[in-house]
C-alpha cells in the first residue's frame, strides 16, 4: 500500500465495536455499531493461554466481565464461558467474549473493515504480533481491502511485520515518545495514529512528509473533531456512533 495515494478506509472508525452504547469488543457492538452505518470497526486482540487470539482491551477480566485474573492466563475453553455484557447494561446479559476468527468472519461476510489493535498481555508481544499477522493474512487472502494492525508496542508490530509483511501497519501513540518516527520508518508504517490531544497542525504536516496517513484516537467531541479536520487529519476512531455521521468528514 502506498498511503500517499492508496487509502482505502473510511474516515469514521467505531471504537471497540459501538464506543459506549454496548459492550466494548463483543459481537453485539458490532452489529451495533454497523446499524448506525459504520463500516469500520477498531478493537482489541490479545492470545489466550493456549494461543487463541480473542478480544479484550484490559490485561485482566474483572471490568469487562464476570471472570477474574488476567485473561492470558486461561485457555480459551474457560474465557469462552464468561459473561462479556452484563457489566454493561442488562440487555447484553450473557453475551460472550467473541475469538479474533468470529469477528473477521462476521467483518468479511458484511463487507466491514477491521483496524486490529494488537493488545499484548505483558511479556507476549512478538507472540501476539506473530499469531494475530497470521491470522489475518489467512482469512483475508482474498479480500479487496486488507485489514490495518496497530499497536502501541513496536514489538508487537515487528512480530506481525515478519510474519505478514503485506498486511499494513499503523503506531499507535499516546506520547511522542523519543525514537516513534524512526520506529515508525522501520516498521513499515502506512499510518500514526495519536490520542486526540498529541496533533497540531505541524505533526499532522511531519507525519504526512513521512509519507504516512494520520489518524486520531478517541474523538468523541464535536469542536476537536472540526479542528483535526482542519489540520489535516485522515481518520478518527469515535465512541459517539450515535452522533458522527460515518458517512461524512467531521460532521454530526
Same mark, same amino acid.
Given at each position: 500500500m ?8 473510511p474516515?469514521w472508525?467505531?471504537h ?5 452504547l ?6 453485539a457492538?458490532f452489529?451495533l455499531g454497523?446499524?448506525h452505518?459504520?463500516?469500520m ?23 469487562t466481565?464476570?471472570g !477474574? ?9 474457560e ?38 489493535e ?5 511479556g ?10 497470521e ?6 487472502? !482474498? ?26 501497519r499503523?503506531?499507535?501513540?499516546d ?10 520508518? !522501520? ?6 495514529i495519536?490520542?486526540?490531544t ?8 511531519q ?11 478517541t ?14 487529519i485522515?481518520g ?14 467531521g460532521?454530526?
Amino acid at each position: 500500500m502506498n498511503p500517499s495515494t492508496d487509502w482505502p478506509y473510511p474516515f469514521w472508525v467505531a471504537h471497540r465495536g459501538a464506543g459506549k452504547l454496548a459492550p466494548e469488543n463483543t459481537l453485539a457492538a458490532f452489529r451495533l455499531g454497523a446499524q448506525h452505518g459504520y463500516r469500520m470497526f477498531e478493537c482489541d486482540v490479545k492470545l489466550s493461554a493456549d494461543g487463541v487470539p480473542f478480544l479484550l482491551h484490559d490485561d485482566t477480566l474483572e471490568r469487562t466481565t464476570n471472570g !477474574q485474573g488476567t485473561a492470558g492466563d486461561l485457555p480459551w475453553s474457560e474465557l469462552a464461558r464468561l459473561d462479556a455484557g452484563s457489566w454493561h447494561s442488562r440487555g447484553f446479559a450473557g453475551e460472550p467474549i467473541p475469538t479474533f476468527e468470529h469477528i473477521a468472519r462476521w467483518c468479511l461476510a458484511n463487507g466491514h473493515l477491521l483496524d486490529i489493535e494488537i493488545k499484548p498481555t505483558p511479556g507476549q508481544e512478538a507472540e501476539t504480533g506473530r499469531v494475530v499477522a497470521e491470522a489475518a493474512a489467512r482469512w483475508w487472502k !482474498q479480500a479487496a481491502v486488507l485489514p490495518l494492525l496497530t499497536s502501541f508496542r513496536p514489538e508487537a508490530l515487528h512480530a506481525a511485520q515478519q510474519a505478514a509483511p503485506h498486511l499494513p501497519r499503523g503506531l499507535l501513540l499516546d506520547t511522542l515518545w523519543s525514537g516513534w518516527e524512526g520506529a515508525a520508518q !522501520q516498521l513499515g508504517c502506512v499510518a500514526i495514529i495519536c490520542k486526540h490531544t498529541l496533533w497540531d497542525s505541524p505533526l499532522v504536516a511531519q507525519v504526512k512528509a513521512m509519507g504516512m496517513r494520520c489518524l486520531s484516537y478517541t474523538v468523541n467531541d464535536l469542536a476537536v473533531a472540526q479542528k483535526l479536520v482542519q489540520w489535516g487529519i485522515d481518520g478518527m476512531v469515535t465512541d459517539a456512533v450515535d452522533r458522527f455521521a460515518p458517512a461524512k468528514t467531521g460532521l454530526v
